[in-house]
């Protein structure tokens, strides 16, 4: 016999669990990065292997990847307690950088003029897969 479900929040629960996203995720909000330099790096990882894909950012000079390198650990060590699979199985499936607020600073310049400073910042995600 099929159980009733008594509240909303049940109901709610239940639909969530079936529609969840069974892939390995990460997310760094608010990173003191331009979303085009973190582009940047993020493209040449994306498909890349877990190994190789640290690989590539341990050895990259620009300032994004260590961001990146930090978001994409936190996401293999999602897949590997939150999710139990296999970390040697895993690829990047996804990345991506999204353009986050903007700060807006003022310099002063000569003869009582002020130039604007935009200072970006930048939504990073990864979503990892496994090899099928």
Not at 17 to 28: F, G, I, N
Not at 42 to 52: A, D, F, P, T
Not at 55 to 77: C, D, F, M, T
């Amino acid at each position: 016999m099929e159980e009733k479900i008594k509240s909303r929040s049940q109901i709610k629960r239940k639909r969530n669990e079936e529609h969840k996203d069974r892939r390995a995720q990460a997310h760094a909000k608010y990173v003191r990065v331009s979303d085009s330099k973190a582009r940047i790096v993020l493209n040449q990882i994306k498909g890349k292997s877990v190994g190789e894909a640290m690989g590539i950012l341990a050895y990259s000079p620009r300032y994004a990847a260590e961001i990146i390198e930090k978001v994409l650990k936190s996401a293999v060590a999602n897949a590997e307690n939150n999710l139990e699979l296999d970390v040697n199985s895993l690829y990047v499936a996804e990345a991506i950088a999204n353009q986050g607020p903007t700060l807006k600073r003022i310099r002063p310049r000569a003869q009582g003029r002020a130039y604007r400073i935009n200072k970006k910042t930048a939504h990073i995600s990864i979503y990892l897969d496994v090899k099928k």
